[in-house]
């Protein structure tokens, strides 16, 4: 396992060869694996029991609350973020005629393909592993919450309680589940099976039929298989995903324009050097003029 | 000798070939139903070049709601940790009630031709995610799904598990599996509903609904035949909220009512009153009457045309001598039994009080009477 220590280390062996002219290549330039895992989230038929959110907590020991009858409904209608207490929430949103049934919303980190957080966290604590999750690492992470500010869903929490050593906080696909061949909780406690663990173009072709099959109850939009270049979690409803409050994203991966621009300034170390031979230049000029003004007035 | 040996060897070989070739042939031809569902009349493994599936359209199941099981009781799956006792599934309400709302494909859908197929045919006990087909919930998702989306939107308070699973060692609620199913949800029915049209010269149609069900005995299916769940399971009230939306325009009406020609008979300035014979018919229902089919007295529906008001059109046995006073709630005295029924009854209209006057100058009714009045004592109808 990676420390901090091995870290820095690795980042001055890397400055040195960014010094030779290599330029490192970005996120975004990863192709990820064709064979990739995700999940398929049918809103239509969600019913919000909140097994998912009592079965996360159980599995991540995050809460003493786990059970649905602790849990309640008093909060469903309100609008949450997953937070430290619960890597997944279940919101309702209420139909807009007011008669009908509710629509209810299970966020969580989307596990983009291209993530924004990876390309913001300046150590490298989060990754996007080959099999679609997205992982944070508490050995590299610094605290510095970058990945909080990146993220187009807002996912990423901080433990902002915890005073020694605070965590960044997020759904982790249950790695440990799934790298034995299981499913996550949140898959497995469905009831409804709401949703469905697999391979990611699987679903999106599943959820492609479902749109043809049923055209009245599904929406024409698969929400996640393109958005932000696309993400692990993909998404079906009956009504227009922006009144559900998912975030307008366009095709482009996100951390592509960033990272290209960043890259793209420090290409060859031509800023760096440019900047400095410009002030050099200014320095050289003004002692020049500094020397011919002493000279004429002596 | 051994050319020729070779020859007929190859001749063999070739036959053999030739053989096999037009075999090949016809048997591909024998089945013929290559194109049922590939696009092409060679497809190969790379390319299977499938049609789309043409499950969608094959549902063809049509069975009466006699035909299937009365309750089931769905017990395949255990949970770990097993918390429910198995769920007991009225299917004939369920059946009868499909009448209403587009038959068993409401349920069985993706039935092949051929019998109904439980759901558990084609559902699994395992997740999705866990099998090798994601497309298909599996058991336990599939029997959610079913029940859950109708019960929700009709308001069934279903996504309390305690409302179809009872908990095992739970002496609190009685098991479902073993307990009568019995009939905890309700029908919102409405009593009158006024539509608004857009007929200028009468806008107004009343229906009353009471009417057609209780007075008429139309069965529900009668008129609803492809409506939702909510349609009539819903809270108490909602017919209030909701103004009454003329759904089909004078289909609705019109298997039963001619809609040709004189508009005014349903559509008025003003909401209407209910149905009431007396006023139509001038025979008032009261009594035994109201209790009969109309069909019992006007014969076929088309034809409710107004029939005569003497009683003896229809009962036929009903002469003086043989008839039995008390029906009526009054039982004549000895004397009275057999006098000529329109005696009493001047020009046989019997709505009318009767008179004495046609054998008594100096009596009348009811300060005299020719009997006594009795608990009506019910004969032999018609």
């Given at each position: 396992?990676?420390?901090?220590?091995?870290?820095?280390?690795?980042?001055?062996?890397?400055?040195?060869?960014?010094?030779?002219?290599?330029?490192?290549?970005?996120?975004?330039?990863?192709?990820?694996?064709?064979?990739?895992?995700?999940?398929?989230?049918?809103?239509?038929?969600?019913?919000?029991?909140?097994?998912?959110?009592?079965?996360?907590?159980?599995?991540?020991?995050?809460?003493?609350?786990?059970?649905?009858?602790?849990?309640?409904?008093?909060?469903?209608?309100?609008?949450?973020?997953?937070?430290?207490?619960?890597?997944?929430?279940?919101?309702?949103?209420?139909?807009?005629?007011?008669?009908?049934?509710?629509?209810?919303?299970?966020?969580?980190?989307?596990?983009?393909?291209?993530?924004?957080?990876?390309?913001?966290?300046?150590?490298?604590?989060?990754?996007?592993?080959?099999?679609?999750?997205?992982?944070?690492?508490?050995?590299?992470?610094?605290?510095?919450?970058?990945?909080?500010?990146?993220?187009?869903?807002?996912?990423?929490?901080?433990?902002?309680?915890?005073?020694?050593?605070?965590?960044?906080?997020?759904?982790?696909?249950?790695?440990?589940?799934?790298?034995?061949?299981?499913?996550?909780?949140?898959?497995?406690?469905?009831?409804?099976?709401?949703?469905?663990?697999?391979?990611?173009?699987?679903?999106?072709?599943?959820?492609?039929?479902?749109?043809?099959?049923?055209?009245?109850?599904?929406?024409?939009?698969?929400?996640?298989?393109?958005?932000?270049?696309?993400?692990?979690?993909?998404?079906?409803?009956?009504?227009?995903?922006?009144?559900?409050?998912?975030?307008?994203?366009?095709?482009?991966?996100?951390?592509?324009?960033?990272?290209?621009?960043?890259?793209?300034?420090?290409?060859?170390?031509?800023?760096?050097?440019?900047?400095?031979?410009?002030?050099?230049?200014?320095?050289?000029?003004?002692?020049?003029?500094?020397?011919?003004?002493?000279?004429?007035?002596? | 000798?051994?050319?020729?040996?070779?020859?007929?060897?190859?001749?063999?070989?070739?036959?053999?070939?030739?053989?096999?070739?037009?075999?090949?042939?016809?048997?591909?031809?024998?089945?013929?139903?290559?194109?049922?569902?590939?696009?092409?009349?060679?497809?190969?493994?790379?390319?299977?070049?499938?049609?789309?599936?043409?499950?969608?359209?094959?549902?063809?199941?049509?069975?009466?709601?006699?035909?299937?099981?009365?309750?089931?009781?769905?017990?395949?799956?255990?949970?770990?940790?097993?918390?429910?006792?198995?769920?007991?599934?009225?299917?004939?309400?369920?059946?009868?009630?499909?009448?209403?709302?587009?038959?068993?494909?409401?349920?069985?859908?993706?039935?092949?031709?051929?019998?109904?197929?439980?759901?558990?045919?084609?559902?699994?006990?395992?997740?999705?995610?866990?099998?090798?087909?994601?497309?298909?919930?599996?058991?336990?998702?599939?029997?959610?799904?079913?029940?859950?989306?109708?019960?929700?939107?009709?308001?069934?308070?279903?996504?309390?598990?305690?409302?179809?699973?009872?908990?095992?060692?739970?002496?609190?609620?009685?098991?479902?599996?073993?307990?009568?199913?019995?009939?905890?949800?309700?029908?919102?029915?409405?009593?009158?509903?006024?539509?608004?049209?857009?007929?200028?010269?009468?806008?107004?149609?009343?229906?009353?609904?009471?009417?057609?069900?209780?007075?008429?005995?139309?069965?529900?299916?009668?008129?609803?035949?492809?409506?939702?769940?909510?349609?009539c399971h819903k809270p108490a009230g909602a017919f209030a909220k909701q103004a009454a939306r003329v759904v089909g325009g004078h289909d609705r009406c019109s298997p039963c009512h001619s809609?040709?020609?004189?508009?005014?008979?349903?559509?008025?300035?003003?909401?209407?009153?209910?149905?009431?014979?007396?006023?139509?018919?001038?025979?008032?229902?009261?009594?035994?009457?109201?209790?009969?089919?109309?069909?019992?007295?006007?014969?076929?529906?088309?034809?409710?045309?107004?029939?005569?008001?003497?009683?003896?059109?229809?009962?036929?046995?009903?002469?003086?001598?043989?008839?039995?006073?008390?029906?009526?709630?009054?039982?004549?005295?000895?004397?009275?039994?057999?006098?000529?029924?329109?005696?009493?009854?001047?020009?046989?209209?019997?709505?009318?009080?009767?008179?004495?006057?046609?054998?008594?100058?100096?009596?009348?009714?009811?300060?005299?009477?020719?009997?006594?009045?009795?608990?009506?004592?019910?004969?032999?109808?018609?």
């Amino acid at each position: 396992m990676e420390t901090r220590r091995d870290f820095l280390r690795t980042a001055v062996v890397a400055a040195a060869t960014a010094t030779l002219g290599e330029v490192a290549l970005g996120a975004a330039s990863k192709i990820p694996s064709p064979d990739r895992r995700g999940i398929l989230c049918d809103l239509t038929a969600c019913i919000g029991c909140r097994s998912c959110e009592a079965a996360c907590r159980k599995e991540h020991g995050l809460s003493s609350v786990s059970s649905l009858s602790e849990l309640g409904r008093s909060n469903v209608p309100e609008r949450r973020r997953p937070s430290p207490d619960a890597l997944t929430v279940v919101n309702e949103y209420k139909h807009p005629n007011g008669a009908g049934s509710p629509t209810f919303v299970k966020v969580q980190c989307m596990h983009c393909d291209y993530p924004a957080c990876e390309s913001a966290c300046i150590v490298g604590a989060i990754s996007k592993k080959e099999s679609g999750p997205v992982l944070w690492d508490t050995d590299k992470c610094i605290g510095c919450r970058y990945c909080m500010v990146a993220c187009p869903f807002q996912i990423p929490s901080f433990q902002y309680d915890t005073a020694l050593k605070p965590d960044i906080v997020k759904c982790d696909f249950c790695v440990h589940r799934t790298e034995k061949g299981g499913v996550p909780a949140c898959v497995e406690i469905c009831p409804v099976e709401a949703l469905t663990y697999g391979r990611r173009s699987a679903l999106i072709e599943i959820a492609r039929k479902r749109i043809e099959n049923y055209p009245d109850r599904y929406r024409d939009h698969v929400y996640g298989e393109f958005e932000a270049g696309g993400t692990s979690y993909l998404y079906l409803a009956k009504t227009d995903f922006k009144e559900l409050e998912f975030p307008s994203l366009k095709r482009e991966p996100m951390p592509g324009t960033s990272e290209s621009i960043q890259h793209g300034i420090f290409a060859y170390f031509v800023p760096p050097i440019s900047l400095y031979s410009l002030l050099g230049g200014l320095m050289w000029i003004n002692k020049n003029r500094q020397k011919a003004e002493e000279e004429t007035t002596e | 000798m051994k050319l020729i040996e070779q020859f007929s060897a190859y001749l063999v070989i070739a036959l053999f070939l030739v053989n096999l070739h037009a075999i090949a042939q016809t048997s591909g031809k024998r089945t013929n139903g290559c194109l049922a569902c590939h696009t092409t009349e060679i497809p190969t493994k790379a390319d299977p070049s499938l049609k789309k599936c043409p499950r969608a359209d094959m549902v063809t199941v049509h069975a009466s709601a006699d035909t299937g099981p009365d309750k089931i009781v769905l017990q395949k799956i255990t949970g770990s940790p097993d918390l429910y006792e198995p769920v007991l599934f009225d299917h004939m309400a369920h059946a009868k009630m499909s009448e209403m709302s587009g038959n068993c494909v409401l349920c069985h859908h993706y039935n092949p031709p051929g019998s109904v197929l439980a759901c558990s045919e084609c559902h699994m006990s395992e997740t999705s995610s866990k099998s090798a087909d994601l497309s298909k919930p599996g058991l336990k998702g599939a029997y959610h799904r079913q029940c859950i989306n109708c019960h929700r939107e009709s308001g069934l308070a279903a996504t309390q598990c305690k409302s179809c699973h009872s908990a095992k060692a739970d002496a609190s609620t009685p098991s479902r599996t073993t307990q009568k199913a019995t009939a905890e949800v309700s029908v919102t029915r409405p009593t009158r509903l006024v539509f608004n049209t857009s007929y200028d010269d009468g806008k107004v149609v009343t229906f009353y609904h009471n009417d057609h069900t209780d007075r008429f005995r139309l069965a529900c299916s009668a008129c609803h035949t492809n409506e939702r769940c909510s349609g009539c399971h819903k809270p108490a009230g909602a017919f209030a909220k909701q103004a009454a939306r003329v759904v089909g325009g004078h289909d609705r009406c019109s298997p039963c009512h001619s809609v040709d020609g004189n508009c005014s008979r349903c559509h008025d300035k003003e909401p209407r009153p209910g149905f009431n014979h007396l006023r139509r018919a001038r025979f008032d229902l009261a009594r035994y009457h109201s209790t009969l089919a109309c069909a019992r007295c006007h014969g076929n529906r088309s034809d409710y045309k107004g029939l005569s008001g003497d009683c003896i059109a229809c009962h036929s046995q009903w002469k003086s001598g043989s008839f039995d006073h008390r029906v009526t709630g009054f039982g004549l005295d000895e004397t009275h039994g057999t006098v000529d029924c329109e005696s009493c009854h001047l020009e046989k209209d019997f709505a009318k009080k009767p008179t004495c006057s046609s054998c008594h100058d100096d009596k009348k009714y009811p300060d005299a009477s020719p009997g006594i009045r009795v608990r009506s004592v019910r004969t032999k109808r018609l």
